[in-house]
């Protein structure tokens, strides 16, 4: 079951929420490799 790292629950069916949180996802990971990248 996929779930999501920001605790937003488990994804459901609809495809605005899928959206959503893979954007949140995205962000969060943008962030953290700029900061492993020191930039």
Same mark, same amino acid.
């Given at each position: 079951?996929?779930?999501?790292q920001?605790?937003?629950?488990i *994804?459901?069916?609809?495809?605005?929420? +899928? +959206?959503?949180?893979? %954007? +949140?996802?995205?962000?969060?990971?943008?962030?953290?490799?700029? %900061? *492993?990248?020191g930039?």
């Open positions: 079951v996929l779930q999501d920001n605790n937003f629950g *994804l459901s069916g609809n495809p605005d929420i +899928k +959206k959503e949180l893979l %954007a +949140k996802q995205l962000e969060s990971f943008e962030m953290n490799y700029s %900061a *492993l990248l930039t």
